[in-house]
């Protein structure tokens, strides 16, 4: 398609042919299969089409019938993946023809009457081509050679993978994306060695999965009626591409690098296109697709918009490629692509600058198609605006929406993402999208509201609350708002789209009055919300002020009402009904109802509406002169009678205050409706006041309580007879009462005051008592009734004549009367009068609680069962502990067993309690104590810190009783208690070594911050449990004591101090170096102490140091015979205790073997090397000196020095290029001149001295190889290798003294990697991962570049001795060194043999070498980068040219001339070395493997401490990996279960109930998914540890071989399927979790050495995980 395009073909078409169909044209033709006269022969044959389900494709042919090719166009064919030179064309790229090979073996091409075929030869080890001329033909034009008769142009390409029929149908009709249908058919790729061609390794990598992978394809489901397969179905799409011209205009130094990375020149202008599906061409054809393709796929569906962000939007070269756009769209522009040609380079500094300008181009080109739209969204909606009558925002609903649909695609289609493979392309491209307008604060991007498309500044959050009351404020409409979240959520984040805020509502409130509805919205809106405003209560003035709503009226007429006006609501619970008339202050119902009274309270300050209030209003003259009689109180009796209703159920619960209001209020108004009209209250009479039938007796015409009628001075007959029958004596007190009840209500307040405060009731007299009477007051007497007699109270004499009923009892009976119609006027009630009088039914609490503390015992006893009994009922509501709590009333038990009376704080009722001496509540009260008498539980924390202090217990047994019911108490612990406790000496222990018996245990008094607690480690350990206290009361115990301090382990810090205080006692107790050993590692992991101790560690001789003796070695005779050096086993190695500045760093290897007698040396580990010399130790690097001394200099090169001269020069550079160091110098310094020599001698001594400790040692060795840099003048002379003619040369020897010179910070492994460089030929190396062209290239291009100036560079040093290496070139046009890693296009691939024919085709990295061991530094050896899908198939592509075959059988003998396209046959007997045909050994990976699983270990602390460490990876440079050490949290040891450690991040509160709330799927986690996995892999359970946090992508992570996993992620994924027992998913998820973290241990980068090992031990595992899973 893209040969077809550079073309300008007008006319495309693409055959698919089975094999059937290709013989039959054969025989119809007489011509090849290979030629395109095909079709129109078997069109007899159409009305019996083959079955698709079954057919297998057999060839592809593709004709365009634009230019033919030319003579270069053929030229450029045969060197396959060339490019055309013309920058715009399409194929300027060379990967049309290349891509090919993905399906085909042998592509025949012809065009112009000529033709091309390939064809393999040797074994399919080498391509050949060969061209010629088409013969004329007479039985079709298709395949006539004049190009006049026949303008196509073919490639025929025989599948060398057979495809059914129906696959490649459903394909090319459904795009990419594949219809979920249960069927799946399963195409399996052909063995290479049994046919199909070396291309068929491709065809996954082509098609998106990898090579050794089956192909998987998915058919479409079965029509219902099988479609007519001839049928043509028409389909289309309506779609926009706008376009930019963009102009290039780049200065000359950018113009000559650009051209040096592309090979090409720079276009002078390009077009930058953007293709744009509209809303309504969206819909019609996802519609379209719906109705014809819904079983296939649309046509169009990966062309038009990708709003559904499947990430099907491609940047298109002239072709698509896997880079994602971050929008909607496909984008097409003169991007620059990687070798592979499947994503943009942004790796080269230069093509990633003109990369990114095209992205930014892009953006101002989406930003201007997004402002276009919006305008005609804006011109439409104001047009709709200006038709309403008058002119409105709001316009037709449907139009409305079909605006904000069309709004809310724009925003979707321009929502950007992120973007793959490159980040850089969605950032960029979304940067520049934004800022190509104003800034983003000044809020001028354009979107849709409710109001039209307004400047963002303009608009507001949706707030749906708010849009019910604001109406004119411009908020986004609701379907943007949701439609298009992460939009929106951009522009508010940025400040474009702000909330609504305060002044938003203040001035539409100051524009228009709200409805009713609307302002029930608006005061929700503030009740809910505080303003955003310094001062709150001017913002509640404005707010007050601003709001006016309008209410209807009873009568139809709306009533505007300022919210300023209103001062009272009616609560739901007002004794005054709504449906009354109301003042107008008073806020309406149907607006209160919907708040709670406080609420109007607290934000308005507005009151409950009281009674007098409402009266005020209708004696008000408003109501009165009202034309509404129905509602006038001196006008209707009904709705006096009403208000007297009201009134009266008001009347008990008003003040005094409030009543003398209202009766002053009515006295003065004619409300008493009487037999002669509406009177006043003083002018009305009583109906039993009938003396004159005359009179203005009162006339409801309901019932209406007298007494209410009294209050506002009703007529009453006088009270006189009582008091003088109580004076004489004559009545007794039953008839006292009878005829007070009687008279009841005429008695006035002060009658009836005058009754309760005279002593005439009689008291119950004991029955040997005296005849006088004593009488007393009503309120001094209780009701006569058994319970009350035993209280010893005083009683109510009422006489046997009657009997005293309750007044429960009398309500029974009026009621039953009332029932049998029987006249009740009269009806004695004297129980309730009394009561009315005073007379008390029941004692007060504090009668009670004083009788329950009294002397006497029984009486005791009764009061409080009374007062138990009674409780709920009576005394719950005024029953408060803090009232008595002085009064010892509870009866209780001391922990010895005696019983008293306690207050409250004294007493608790938790039996365990009694454990620490505190008392108890009697155990037969203990139910109502807790419910009713309200006794605590447990003691206060405040009360069992003093007995801790002063009782804690003397040993263990009693102390874990103690801590174990403390331990359900931490939760009422502060932590300033905490802190107390933490040096309170509180815990015993036994002194003993651990193991004794208890008998002979003797418990010492510790403090929880000295213990720590006992476990499997620290108990087995000596050193420790000998140094400190290790405590194991118990797991429920353990809490309470963690929470006081104690902890797991001792800190590394407390380890370290203990150390220095005994270092020989702590060697004695390590059992060891080894042990020792341990403990420093421990100690220099850590490397985060105290300045003094830091001092005191340098002082103490604590550091172990070893010294080599050499062993003499004697043969069977017992003669000493020589030594064998670099055998550990030759020497006896002696350990010693010294100080820091006592022992060295070996640094040198070659150095310590010659003085190891008299050194001792720390141990060589990285992390020890570095705590020595952090607190002392010196280098052993930095305490000799080397002389050389040559004998018998040449004096002119051997052959020797000079091929060892060239060797350096050639590889200096891609060891430089592969350590990514710097260098001393340039590189190409070596190269200039004489400043590098290489001159033999006879022989070369090398002389070390040492000078350590007051001592000074001298060793003399031979050497093969040395060098040295002259000093000239200051400055750098030239560099000299001295190599020795007597001795064979030593690689290592010539690398380490060149190093040693010309680095700036020179490693042993850097001597290692170039002796390996130097030792090794380039196509090993070149095999082993070492970019071995594209260095060899570069310096090429280096030199040609720098020959003038190099020219110009030796005058000057002729003319001045001694120019300075040092100094930098200055020329800026040159390229950068290779030490700093210029990111160049690479090179080509390389083929076996030098004699070979190379094709001429695109760069590559090379192929993936296999990994290698690490090198001891940690880094692999060679530079192991990853690849991308299509580099990986490049670099397939790239070793099938150089394997062996033949040319295919039945290829025809063409007339044409050979042309040889791979290499010859001669580079297959190239001879190998055997470092090139090594692969590592499956031993060697097992190895590496047991040794990756045995590093795992126990995580001893209790608190992980992880920073999040971002180390630079050499290997992952380019692909921007990062080695990561753990997450930046902290996690804290919490328990143990199942024998896995469990951890909380520090950030998560409540860690306990966090435990708690954890523990189901905690025990889930390690039981059925750990458990069986350190099974598989042998890990022993205390190196696996389990964590949780609340945040973060951190699944598992490797802390020094310690590995953690994440509950969290458990719980999110798997712990639902592993409830129903189905743990076959998280199994294999945590297997490879594990797996990931073990190849840590291996490898800490995550680059290709660690994926390899991964797979490594996932594949050595994974029979071991099939029988777990066919278990579970």
Request: charged share 20%; net charge neutral; proline share 7%.
């Amino acid at each position: 398609m893209d040969n077809a395009d550079d073309a300008g073909a007008k006319n495309v078409e693409i055959h698919f042919k089975t094999r059937a169909f290709s013989e039959s044209a054969k025989e119809h033709s007489g011509v090849t299969a290979k030629s395109s006269a095909t079709t129109e022969a078997a069109s007899s044959n159409r009305s019996k089409l083959p079955d698709l389900t079954k057919e297998l494709l057999h060839q592809w042919e593709f004709k365009n019938d634009g230019v033919p090719f030319r003579e270069e166009d053929w030229n450029r064919l045969k060197k396959i993946a060339e490019g055309n030179p013309d920058e715009q064309k399409i194929g300027a790229f060379g990967v049309g023809f290349y891509s090919l090979f993905s399906v085909t073996d042998e592509p025949f091409v012809t065009s112009g009457g000529q033709w091309m075929g390939f064809y393999w030869k040797d074994n399919k080890d080498q391509l050949f081509a060969r061209r010629g001329a088409l013969p004329p033909s007479n039985t079709s034009a298709s395949v006539d050679p004049n190009p006049k008769v026949n303008p196509w142009t073919s490639f025929v390409m025989p599948l060398h993978l057979h495809i059914q029929a129906k696959v490649l149908r459903w394909t090319y009709h459904t795009g990419t994306e594949k219809p979920k249908v249960p069927a799946r058919l399963v195409i399996t790729k052909p063995a290479a060695a049994t046919g199909g061609g070396f291309f068929a390794s491709l065809f996954g990598s082509m098609a998106g999965t990898r090579a050794p992978e089956p192909i998987t394809a998915t058919p479409p489901a079965a029509a219902p009626n099988e479609p007519d397969l001839l049928e043509i179905v028409e389909s289309s799409v309506g779609m926009t591409v706008y376009a930019a011209r963009v102009d290039v205009k780049l200065d000359k130094k950018f113009l000559t690098e650009l051209e040096r990375a592309t090979k090409k020149q720079p276009p002078a202008t390009c077009i930058y296109s953007l293709i744009y599906t509209g809303k309504d061409e969206y819909d019609a054809s996802r519609d379209e697709d719906e109705r014809n393709f819904k079983t296939t796929g649309g046509v169009f569906q990966g062309l038009r918009a990708d709003l559904d962000r499947a990430g099907t939007s491609r940047v298109f070269i002239g072709h698509a490629t896997s880079q994602s756009t971050g929008i909607g769209g496909h984008v097409s522009a003169r991007f620059i692509p990687t070798v592979e040609r499947e994503s943009i380079d942004f790796v080269d500094r230069n093509v990633s600058k003109w990369n990114k300008e095209l992205l930014y181009v892009g953006g101002y080109l989406a930003r201007a198609v997004y402002e276009y739209q919006l305008s005609s969204i804006k011109t439409l909606w104001e047009e709709a605006s200006k038709s309403t009558a008058p002119p409105s925002d709001d316009i037709d609903e449907t139009l409305r929406l079909w605006l904000e649909g069309k709004c809310l695609h724009a925003l979707r289609f321009f929502t950007f993402y992120n973007t793959t493979p490159s980040a850089v392309v969605g950032t960029d491209t979304e940067a520049a999208f934004f800022s190509c307008g104003k800034p983003l604060q000044q809020g001028e991007f354009p979107i849709l509201s409710t109001s039209g498309v307004k400047a963002s500044a303009q608009v507001r959050a949706w707030e749906p609350q708010m849009r019910l009351f604001l109406k004119k404020v411009p908020m986004l409409p609701e379907g943007i708002a949701n439609g298009a979240p992460s939009m929106i959520s951009f522009l508010r984040e940025w400040g474009m789209v702000l909330p609504v805020n305060f002044q938003d509502v203040i001035a539409e409130l100051s524009d228009r009055a709200l409805a009713e509805e609307e302002m029930l919205e608006c005061l929700k809106w503030r009740m809910s919300s505080q303003p955003n405003q310094p001062n709150v209560s001017t913002a509640h003035e404005q707010f007050v002020q601003a709001a006016v709503f309008s209410v209807r009226g009873a009568d139809g007429v709306d009533r505007v009402v300022p919210l300023s006006t209103i001062k009272t609501f009616l609560s739901p619970g007002n004794i005054v009904p709504p449906t009354c008339p109301l003042p107008q202050h008073t806020l309406p119902f149907e607006l209160g109802k919907h708040f709670k009274p406080d609420q109007l309270r607290q934000f308005f300050g507005w009151t409950d509406l009281n009674v007098v209030q409402w009266a005020e209003y209708l004696v008000s003259e408003e109501m009165l002169s009202s034309s509404d009689i129905e509602k006038n109180v001196t006008k209707s009796p009904v709705f006096s009678e009403r208000v007297f209703i009201i009134l009266a159920r008001a009347w008990g619960s008003l003040p005094n205050k409030q009543m003398q209001q209202i009766a002053e209020l009515l006295r003065g108004v004619t409300v008493i409706p009487t037999k002669t009209g509406m009177r006043k209250p003083a002018e009305a009479y009583f109906s039993n006041a009938n003396v004159f039938p005359d009179l203005p007796t009162v006339m409801f015409p309901g019932a209406v309580i007298k007494g209410n009628l009294e209050k506002v001075d009703c007529c009453r007959p006088m009270f006189t007879l009582m008091l003088t029958m109580i004076n004489t004596g004559d009545w007794g007190v039953q008839e006292l009462v009878k005829y007070l009840v009687a008279v009841r209500t005429t008695l006035t307040p002060v009658e009836m005051t005058k009754l309760q405060h005279t002593a005439a009731f009689p008291r119950e007299s004991p029955e040997d008592s005296s005849k006088h009477i004593d009488r007393r007051k009503p309120s001094a007497l209780y009701e006569p009734t058994d319970a009350l007699r035993d209280l010893g109270l005083p009683i109510l004499d009422w006489g046997t004549q009657h009997k005293w009923r309750p007044a429960s009892e009398e309500g029974a009976e009026k009621s039953c009367l009332l029932l049998l119609d029987t006249k009740i006027d009269s009806f004695l009630d004297p129980a309730k009068f009394l009561r009315e009088l005073g007379l008390q039914s029941f004692p007060s609490l504090a009668t009670v609680l004083a009788l329950a503390a009294g002397p006497d015992l029984d009486l005791r006893r009764k009061a409080l069962t009374y007062l138990l009994e009674n409780f709920t009922a009576r005394y719950a509501a005024t029953y408060h502990v803090s009232d008595y709590m002085n009064l010892a009333y509870i009866p209780s038990l001391r922990s010895d067993g005696t019983a008293f009376l306690a207050k409250h704080g004294e007493v608790f009722l938790n039996p365990e309690c009694a454990l620490l001496g505190f008392s108890l509540v009697e155990p037969s009260l203990r139910a109502d104590a807790l419910s009713k008498l309200q006794v605590a539980k447990d003691p206060p924390t405040n009360l069992i810190m003093p007995v801790l202090a002063k009782s804690a217990p003397q040993n263990e047994s009693l102390a874990q009783q103690w801590f174990e019911y403390l331990t359900g108490r931490i939760a009422d612990f502060t932590g300033e208690q905490f802190a107390q406790l933490r040096e309170m000496a509180i815990v015993p222990a036994s002194s003993a070594a651990v193991g004794a018996a208890p008998a002979s245990r003797k418990a010492t008094m510790y403090k929880p911050g000295e213990c720590f607690f006992r476990n499997e480690r620290n108990s087995s350990t000596v050193v420790h449990s000998n140094l400190f206290t290790f405590i194991d009361f118990g797991g429920k115990a353990n809490v309470f004591l963690r929470a006081c301090g104690v902890k797991n382990e001792p800190s590394v810090p407390e380890v370290a101090a203990s150390l220095l205080n005994d270092p020989k006692r702590f060697l004695e107790l390590a059992g060891g170096p080894r042990g020792y050993l341990d403990e420093l590692r421990q100690i220099a992991a850590h490397q985060n102490f105290q300045p003094a101790l830091i001092q005191q560690m340098k002082r103490t001789p604590f550091l172990l140091g070893s010294r080599r003796t050499p062993r003499p070695v004697t043969d069977k005779h017992g003669l000493a015979i020589g030594e064998e050096e670099g055998e550990e086993e030759d020497y006896d190695i002696t350990y010693d205790l010294l100080r820091p500045d006592q022992i060295i760093v070996v640094d040198d290897t070659n150095a310590y073997s010659l003085f190891s007698e008299a050194l001792y040396g720390a141990p060589q580990e990285d992390l020890l090397e570095g705590f020595y010399m952090f607190i002392g130790s010196p280098r052993l690097s930095s305490l000799t000196a080397e002389e050389y001394q040559p004998r018998q200099i040449e004096n002119q090169p051997s052959r020797l020095a000079t091929e060892t001269r060239a060797l350096i020069l050639q590889r200096f550079p891609l060891f430089l290029h592969e350590r990514n160091a710097p260098c001393r110098f340039r590189p190409d310094w070596l190269a200039t001149g004489n400043n590098f020599q290489v001159r033999g001698c006879g022989k070369l001594n090398l002389v070390r001295t040492l000078n350590f400790g007051g001592k000074r040692l001298t060793k003399v060795q031979e050497a093969s190889a040395a060098a040295e840099l002259a000093t000239r003048f200051g400055s750098s002379g030239p560099l000299s290798l001295f190599i020795s003619t007597q001795d064979k040369l030593d690689m290592y020897e010539v690398a380490h003294s060149i190093c040693k010179l010309l680095l700036k910070n020179h490693k042993v492994n850097d001597s290692l990697l170039f002796m390996t460089i130097l030792s090794t030929d380039l196509r090993a190396l070149r095999r082993r991962g070492f970019n071995v062209d594209r260095i060899i290239h570069q310096q090429k291009v280096e030199q040609r570049l720098m020959a003038a100036q190099r020219v110009a560079e030796e005058q000057s040093l002729a003319q001045m001795p001694g120019a300075d290496p040092f100094q930098p070139a200055p020329a800026p046009s040159l390229p950068p060194p290779l030490n700093e890693k210029a990111r160049l296009p690479p090179p080509p691939g390389g083929l076996r043999g030098a004699k070979a024919a190379a094709i001429p085709r695109a760069s590559s990295p090379p192929p993936q070498s296999a990994v290698r061991p690490p090198s001891p530094d940690g880094r692999t050896i060679a530079s192991s980068r990853s690849k991308t899908v299509a580099s990986n198939a490049l670099n397939s592509l790239k070793d099938r040219f150089i394997r062996k075959g033949g040319i295919p059988n039945g290829f025809p003998s063409l007339p044409g001339s050979d042309s040889t396209l791979a290499g010859a046959g001669a580079s297959s007997s190239a001879p190998r070395g055997d470092e090139e045909a090594r692969v590592t050994p499956t031993n060697d990976i097992d190895r590496n493997i047991r040794t990756a699983i045995a590093a795992c270990r126990a995580e001893k602390s209790s608190v992980v401490a992880n920073r999040q460490q971002m180390t630079t990876v050499k290997e992952s440079l380019d692909d921007g990996y990062c080695d990561i050490s753990g997450a930046d949290n902290d996690f804290s040891l919490i328990s143990t279960v199942d024998g896995y450690r469990f951890y909380v991040a520090k950030d998560v509160p409540s860690p306990q109930q966090t435990m708690a709330s954890k523990l189901p799927a905690l025990t889930r986690f390690a039981s059925a998914i750990i458990k069986p996995l350190a099974q598989v892999y042998k890990l022993p359970s205390t190196s696996i540890h389990i964590f949780y946090d609340l945040h973060g992508g951190l699944i598992a992570f490797n802390r020094n071989g310690s590995l953690f996993l994440n509950l969290r992620y458990y719980e999110s994924w798997h712990d639902a399927e592993v409830q129903e027992n189905q743990t076959h998913k998280a199994l294999i998820s945590w297997y490879h979790s594990l797996a990931h973290e073990i190849a840590h241990n291996l490898v800490h980068p995550h680059n290709a050495e660690h994926e390899f090992y991964f797979s490594a031990i996932c594949e050595s595992h994974l029979m071991d995980l099939v029988r777990i899973l066919a278990a579970a």
